[in-house]
């Protein structure tokens, strides 16, 4: 017990927030395990909650953000999400903290605000700048035992330590009959742990001012320590293995169950680890660069020149098969025996809603988002709309206002070709060197889909 927290293991949440014994009411003490000497309590007061930042010796960081899924609430005013433990005990469908009363713009209430920021800093392309990234510390309210049989709160199941893998907004119900409103649904890896237990001594070492972002690492899962240095790649290998589900439901505490897997699994300790299957790998490497290169379409128009050579039939399959039929294309035939001289054309275009790209071109005066520039041409002034995530395969981007910037050429190019980005901060920065360009321009009438965002900016922080 101590100082380490282990995977299945119920602990007693108290009000008194006594570090002192370590077991209260014959569980073990939530605030003693996670005692740090000097800092402030590490709380699950909320949904989800982030460890105060710490200015370093080298730089700023958040030690953790700690979430807690309360399934018992699910449905309610209080509690209109319904996370979801997937099946396999490797991960989470977590949704973020915005509700139906609230007016602020999605994305930025405090716990999405969290973890939106904690994914950027995961999505970070080198490894040095993937040290300062915070864990999330997954945890699950668990209906009482023992002397407290049955009450609903006080005890809370610890799930493991998470990657955030994807981010995208979501429409929910608020209840029975509550309104349809805005969030964020979040993909969480839970990665394996060694004999299946934290060391706090990890999270305290991040929170020490006077220990580098290398230094906090020496208590670090090796997991965790994997994913430093490999990066984007190693979410799907540290992913922590199957547990193997108890038969018994005296193996885990009543109501310890994984949401969708009929109510019959417990959550449980993972079993061993096992080998990683590296011809898997190598072909998820592989599969990632040929997506890299589909997307990249206009960058290779070379490419699909020469593809245009052959027959009309071998064209249309090579094109479906790359995934550009979204996109215009050619399927050509001779017009006559002699010297081809003229190709007849057939294409698939994209149908883009023509108002939306005037709405928000009106709303910025067509000033563009990142400089201010407003172009002025014979017939006035000039701007062009800008899809954050591409329309048709493979980003599947929505033709809607929440996906669209204010650009002028120069940085519609800039963005298209990955060169500029915006951090989770709202500063748009340069790719190459990360430099800070300036602040992306806001309207309010303009809300911008915080995912879209990111889903930009992990293309551009991506190995290329």
Known sequence: ?????????????????????????????????????????????????????????????????????????????????????HPGGEGLRYYGDHKPEQLQRVGTTKGNAALLAAWGRQLALVGADRRVAEPLLVFSSVPGTGIRKGKQKGQVRFDGVGLITHAERVEQGGGPDGPVFPNYAYEISLIPLDDGRLEWRWIADRRNPKLTSE??????????????????????????????????ADAAPRGARAP????????????????????????GRLI???????????????????????????????????GLLDCTTSVAAPTAAEPVTRRELLLW?????????????ALHHDKCQVCGLQLQIRSGASS?????????????????????????????????????????????????????IGPLRRHAQHEIDEAHLAYHRERCLSPA
């Open 1 to 85: 017990m101590g100082s380490f927290l282990t995977v299945g293991e119920v602990y007693r949440y108290a009000k008194t927030k006594d570090p002192g014994p370590q077991t209260v009411e014959g569980l073990p003490n939530f605030w003693h395990v996670t005692d740090t000497p000097g800092g402030n309590r590490a709380m699950l007061e909320s949904g989800i909650n982030g460890i105060a930042p710490i200015k370093a010796v080298d730089g700023r960081r958040r030690p953790a953000v700690l979430i807690r899924s309360s399934h018992w609430k699910f449905g309610t005013v209080q509690t209109p999400w319904h996370d979801l433990f």
């Open 215 to 248: 230094q906090a690492l020496s208590a670090a899962p090796r997991a965790w320590r994997e994913w430093i240095e490999e990066g984007r790649l190693a979410p799907p290998r540290v992913r922590r293995p199957r547990p193997e589900f108890a038969e018994s």
């Open 288 to 322: 990632t660069e040929a997506e890299v290169l589909v997307e990249e379409l206009f960058e290779h128009l070379e490419a699909i020149t020469a593809i245009t050579d052959a027959s009309a039939a071998a064209e249309h399959e090579l094109h479906d098969a790359l």
């Open 384 to 436: 062009q709309a800008a899809h954050i995530r591409g329309l048709g395969r493979p980003h599947n981007g929505p033709d809607e206002l929440a996906n669209l910037l204010c650009l002028c050429p120069n940085h519609h190019v800039l963005f298209d070709g990955l060169a500029i980005y915006v951090d989770p901060h709202g500063t748009v920065r340069r790719t190459e060197d990360h430099a800070t």
């Open 349 to 361: 275009q994209l149908i883009r809603d023509v108002a939306l790209a005037r709405h928000v071109k």
């Open 260 to 283: 969708g897997s009929g109510g019959d699994a417990p959550v449980g300790t993972p079993a061993a680890t096992t080998d990683i299957d590296e011809p898997s790998v190598a072909r």
